[in-house]
C-alpha cells in the first residue's frame, strides 16, 4: 500500500506544472515574457537560462521596479564593458521611473552608463557579488541614498558613482586605485556622502576622486596609498582631520584646496613632491609642517591661505615659487633648507592684520636665495637668522630686511 502511495505522489510531482515568477511591475513583466517567456509569463528555470538583458529596458520611462532580476541566475554582467565610452547595451540608462531593483548572485560586472541618471532608484539589493562596476555607472542616481557594500570588488572605474545620494562607503573589497579623470571622479559631487572606508589594497587616489563631496567628514588612509591626485579632495568642507598620510609621496594640484574646515593632517614625513593649490583656503589647518623629504619646488599658492604656526622642515627643495605660503598669518616660525636657492613674488608673505604673527625666520644656505619681490611683510618679521660667514652677502641681497639679519645663534 505505502508502495503505490509514494508511486502516486511521484505521478503527481512529475506533473505539477511550473508556476509563473509573480512580478511587481507589469510593465517589467511583459518585457520579461516577451523576451524570454513564453508571452504570457516567465518561469524561474526560464529566468535562469538568460545571460543578457541587451537594450530591452534601456531608457523605458514608465518601469518602476525589477527585484525579480534575482532570478536570473545565469546573469553575470549588466553590459559588455566596465570602461567602454559610449552608451550602448547600458541596460537601465535613463529609466528615471525605476525605484528598486536586486541582483541575482550571479552578477560579478555592472558595465558603463548601466543605471545612469536612474534619477528615482532608491534601493539596490546584491551589490556583494560585485566585483567591477564600470564608468559613470550610476552618475546622477539622485535618490539613491545607500551605504555601499562591495566587499569583492576588484576595479572600480571613472565617475561610478558620481552626483549620486550614497551616504557611506562601507568596503571597497581590494581595488588598488580609484579610477578617475578630470572632471570624473568615482564619487565626485557626491554630496551626502559622510564616511568612507578605503581598503589596505589601494595605492592610488586618482584625481578628482571625492571632488565636492561636501559633507564627508571622515576618511582614513591605509599605510598603502602613496599618491594622492589632483583635486582629489577639493571642496570637502565638512573635512576636518586627515591622518596618516605618513606613506604619501606625492599630493596633486589643488588636492585639498578650499577644505576649510581641515584643522589636522597626520604626518607627511614621506612626501616629496606637492601640488600648486595643494592646500590653498585649508584656512583651519593649524599645524607645524614638517616634510624632511620634499624636493624640487614649493609651488604656487600650495600652502596659501592656511594657519599654520611653524614650517620646521621642508627637506631638499630649491625654490618657493609666488604666494607658496602667502597669508599665513599664524605662521611664527619658518626654516629655509640650505638648498634654496631662490624666492618668489610674495611667496612667503603675510598681511598688515593686528592678528598676525610676527615671524622668525632660518635660512641655512650659505649663498642668500634670489629675493622675490615682496617676499617677505617685512614688518611682520622679527628676525633672520642666517649662517655667521653671510651675514653681509644676506644683508646686500635681502636689503628689505638688512636690520633684522643675524647670525644663527
Not at 86 to 98: E, N, P, V, W
Not at 185 to 211: D, E, K, R
Request: proline share 3%; charged share 10%.
Amino acid at each position: 500500500m505505502d508502495l503505490l502511495l509514494n508511486r502516486r505522489r511521484a505521478m503527481l510531482s512529475a506533473l505539477e506544472v511550473e508556476e509563473y515568477i509573480i512580478f511587481a511591475d507589469p510593465v517589467v513583466e511583459q518585457i520579461c515574457a516577451t523576451q524570454w517567456g513564453d508571452g504570457i509569463g516567465l518561469k524561474p528555470s526560464q529566468a535562469a537560462r538568460v545571460t543578457s538583458l541587451a537594450d530591452v529596458f534601456k531608457e523605458n520611462t514608465t518601469i518602476t521596479s525589477f527585484d525579480e532580476l534575482q532570478y536570473f541566475t545565469s546573469l553575470t554582467a549588466l553590459g559588455t564593458s566596465a570602461t567602454i565610452t559610449q552608451k550602448t547595451h547600458s541596460q537601465f540608462y535613463g529609466c528615471t521611473a525605476l525605484t528598486s531593483i536586486t541582483f541575482p548572485p550571479s552578477l560579478t560586472m555592472i558595465g558603463s552608463y548601466s543605471f545612469y541618471g536612474c534619477t528615482s532608484l532608491s534601493n539596490i539589493s546584491g551589490l556583494e557579488s560585485v566585483t567591477v562596476l564600470g564608468r559613470e555607472a550610476f552618475v546622477n542616481c539622485t535618490s539613491l541614498s545607500i551605504e555601499v557594500n562591495l566587499p569583492n570588488l576588484t576595479a572600480i572605474y571613472n565617475a561610478a558613482f558620481k552626483a549620486s545620494a550614497i551616504t557611506k562607503v562601507l568596503s571597497l573589497g581590494s581595488i588598488t586605485a580609484l579610477t578617475c579623470s578630470k572632471d570624473y571622479g568615482v564619487f565626485q559631487s557626491c554630496t551626502a556622502l559622510t564616511s568612507v572606508v578605503l581598503p589596505n589594497t589601494l595605492t592610488n587616489i586618482q584625481q578628482y576622486a571625492f571632488y565636492g563631496c561636501t559633507h564627508l567628514a571622515s576618511i582614513n588612509f591605509p599605510a598603502s596609498i602613496t599618491t594622492i591626485g589632483e583635486y582629489a579632495f577639493y571642496s570637502c568642507t565638512a573635512l576636518t582631520t586627515v591622518g596618516s598620510l605618513g606613506n604619501i609621496t606625492n599630493i596633486g594640484a589643488a588636492a585639498f584646496q578650499n577644505c576649510t574646515h581641515l584643522t589636522t593632517v597626520v604626518s607627511l614625513e614621506s612626501l616629496v613632491t606637492v601640488g600648486g593649490n595643494a592646500f590653498w583656503k585649508c584656512s583651519a589647518w593649524n599645524d607645524e609642517l614638517n616634510c624632511p623629504n620634499l624636493t624640487g619646488s614649493i609651488p604656487s599658492n600650495a600652502f596659501r591661505d592656511t594657519k599654520l604656526t611653524k614650517v620646521l622642515n621642508l627637506g631638499r627643495i630649491t625654490s618657493i615659487a609666488g604666494y607658496g605660503f602667502a597669508t599665513c598669518n599664524s605662521m611664527t616660525e619658518l626654516h629655509l633648507p640650505a638648498t634654496l636657492t631662490s624666492t618668489s613674488t610674495a611667496s612667503i608673505g603675510t598681511s598688515n592684520s593686528s592678528t598676525t604673527a610676527m615671524l622668525t625666520v632660518y635660512s641655512y644656505n650659505t649663498t642668500p636665495p634670489t629675493y622675490g619681490r615682496s617676499c617677505f611683510n617685512t614688518s611682520k618679521v622679527s628676525v633672520v637668522y642666517v649662517p655667521s660667514e653671510s651675514v653681509s652677502s644676506y644683508k646686500a641681497t635681502w636689503s628689505a630686511l638688512s636690520s633684522k639679519i643675524q647670525a644663527m645663534p
